[in-house]
C-alpha cells in the first residue's frame, strides 16, 4: 500500500489479467464462423469420394449431410451441460484422462490435417484456373506440375498464417460474415447457372450404389478388405449392401468435417444462448446441405464422364468449364469460383491452427503438457511455441504428401471421424453418470419405468464407430498414418503428464503465464512476477486504485 501525493488518500496498486473481453455474436455470425471451415469441404469432398466409389459418389455425399445435423444434436447437447472445450473436456469428464488424450490425439491429426488439405485444395483451383487462362489466351502448357504449385501454395499459406497467429491474429466474425456474403453470391450463381446447363443439355443422374458393379470393390475402395471373400460376395446380398453403404459413407465422411467448430463458437454466442444454437446448427445444415452435396450432383449431371477424373481435386473449376454460355463468361466465373476458394479455403488454414492452439492449451492448462509450451511469445504474448509445433507438422505433411489431395483427404479422415465416435460415446456415457442436467436433449428418447433409453445417442454412435472402424481397415495410408501420430501424442501426454505431476507436487499452484502490452493510462513501473516453482508469469503495467 502506498499513499497518494497529498498524504492523505491510501492508494492500493493492482494489476488485473485477464484472458478476452467477450462481445457476443448472433446466430448468424456464428454460423458464418463455422460455415468458413465447413463449408470448404465442398470444394474437395466430393471429387476424393467419386475417385474411390465411383459415380454414385453424390448420394453418399447426400446421405452424410442428412446425417451431420444428428452429429451436430451431440455438439449442441454437450454445450447445453456448459461443458466447455469440445471434444477434450467432454470426454474427459465422461470416460476419464486416458481417453480423452487418445481423442485429443485424434482431434489434433484432424486439425494438422484440416490445414494442408484446405490449403493445398486452393492451389488446386487456383493451378486449374492458371490452366484455364492459359488455354484460353492461345498459349496452353505442355506440362504444368499441378501438385507441386499446390504444394508450395499451400506452405506459403501456412507459413503467412503462422506468421499471423504468432503475431496475434485478430479474430473478427465480420470477417467470417463478409466471406460467407461473397461465398453466398457465388453458390446462388452455381445452383442457377448449372440448373440452366442442365435444362439445357443432355444429363444422367448419378446411378444407385446398390446397382451391381456400380461401386467398385478393389484394392482402393476396400484396402485391406480386398483380399477377403468380400469382393466375390452375391449381389444384392445383405452382407454386401451393408459394406457397400459403409465403405461409401466412410468415403465421403469428410463431407462433415469442421463440425468442431461449433463447440468452440458456443460460449460467444449471445442470449439466449441454447435457442440461438439450435438455430447456428439448422442455418450450418441447410447451407452445406445445399452446397455440398449439389456441387457433387452437378459434377457428375455436367462434366463428360471420359474426362470428369481430371478434375477430382478442383471439382468446381471443373463445373464452371462446362457450363453452358459464352467462353468469357464462363472463364470469368470460373476466377470467381477460385477467388472465394482461396479465400474460404485458406480461412480453413488459420482456424485449423486457432482450433489447434486451443485444444493444446486447454491441454496444458489441465497439467498434460508442461508449462513450457504455454511460455508467452516475448514480443507479441501468444503461446508460439505450441504455434510452431502446428504448422511444423503442418509442413511436413505438406511436403511428405507433395501436394496430392487424395493423400491428404485419406489422412484427414482418420481424425475427422474417430474424434466424431469419441464425442459420441462421451455423450452417451454422460447421459448414464449424469442425467440430468440439460437443457437439451439429442431426439430419440424412450422412457421404461424410471430409465430413459438415448436411442438417438445408440444409433448415432453406432453409424459413427461402424463407419470408423470400416475406416481403419479400407484406407491403409490413412490409418498407418493416423495411428503412429495418435500413438505418438498419446506417449507425449503420458509421458509429459506425469512429469508435471511430479513437477506440482508439495508446490503450491503456479502462476498463469501471460503477458500484456503497457498502457501509459496505467502507470509506469513494469514488473515481473516469480511463482515459488520457477514459473514466470511476464509482467504489465502497474495502476492505481484510490
Known sequence: ??????????????????????????????????????????????????????????????AVMLFSYAVRALYIESSSMFTRGGVYRVVKEAMGGTLAKFSVS????????????????????????????????????????????????????????????????HESSQKAVQIMIITTVMVVILIIWCTITVMRVPIQMPPSPFRPGIVPLNGESLGWLANTSIPHLAAGSALLTFIIVFVGFGHSVLAMSGEETLAQVNREIAHPKLKNLEKTGLVIFVYSLL??????????????????????????????????????????????????????????????????????????????????????????????????????LQLVTIIFTRGNVFTLAGLYAFGVIWSFAMMSLAVLVLRHKEPGGRLWKVPGNINIGSREIPVGVIIVSAVLFT??????????????????????????????????????????????????????????????????????????????VG
Open 1 to 62: 500500500m502506498a499513499t497518494s501525493s497529498e498524504g492523505t488518500k491510501p492508494v492500493v496498486k493492482v494489476f488485473v489479467a485477464t484472458t478476452v473481453m467477450l462481445t457476443f455474436i448472433s446466430f448468424w455470425r456464428a454460423a458464418a464462423i463455422v460455415l468458413s471451415d465447413l463449408a470448404s469441404s465442398a470444394y474437395y469432398a466430393g471429387g476424393d469420394a467419386e475417385k474411390v466409389i465411383g459415380k454414385s459418389a453424390p448420394w453418399f455425399i447426400l
Open 106 to 169: 485424434a482431434l489434433l491429426f484432424d486439425y494438422v490435417l484440416t490445414g494442408p488439405i484446405s490449403a493445398v485444395v486452393a492451389g488446386q483451383y487456383l493451378a486449374g484456373f492458371i490452366e484455364d487462362l492459359a488455354r484460353y489466351m492461345g498459349h496452353p502448357f505442355s506440362h504444368f506440375p499441378e501438385n507441386a504449385f499446390a504444394a508450395s501454395f499451400g506452405a506459403l499459406v501456412a507459413i503467412y498464417f503462422w506468421r499471423k497467429n504468432t503475431q496475434g491474429i
Open 291 to 392: 452446397f455440398t452435396s449439389l456441387v457433387s450432383f452437378f459434377a457428375v449431371m455436367i462434366i463428360p464422364d471420359g474426362i470428369r477424373s481430371q478434375y477430382f481435386g478442383n471439382l468446381i473449376g471443373g463445373i464452371a468449364v462446362f457450363l453452358v454460355g459464352p467462353e468469357w463468361a464462363r472463364l470469368a466465373f470460373h476466377g470467381f469460383v477460385v477467388l472465394v476458394g482461396v479465400l474460404i479455403l485458406s480461412g480453413a488454414q488459420n482456424t485449423s491452427i486457432v482450433g489447434a492452439n486451443g485444444v493444446l492449451n486447454r491441454v496444458a492448462e489441465d497439467g498434460v503438457l508442461t508449462a513450457a509450451f504455454q511460455k508467452p511469445h516475448p514480443r507479441f504474448g501468444t503461446s508460439y511455441r505450441i504455434i510452431n509445433l502446428i504448422v511444423g
Open 467 to 544: 463407419t470408423a472402424i470400416v475406416n481403419l481397415l479400407t484406407k491403409k495410408q490413412a490409418t498407418i498414418g493416423g495411428v503412429a501420430f495418435s500413438a505418438l501424442f498419446f506417449v507425449i501426454f503420458s509421458y509429459s503428464e506425469r512429469r508435471v505431476a511430479r513437477e506440482r507436487q508439495g508446490k503450491p499452484e503456479s502462476l498463469d503465464q501471460f503477458r500484456v502490452y503497457g498502457n501509459q493510462e496505467l502507470g509506469s513501473g513494469e514488473r515481473e512476477q516469480h511463482d515459488p516453482g520457477g514459473a514466470r508469469a511476464c509482467g504489465g503495467r502497474l495502476g492505481s
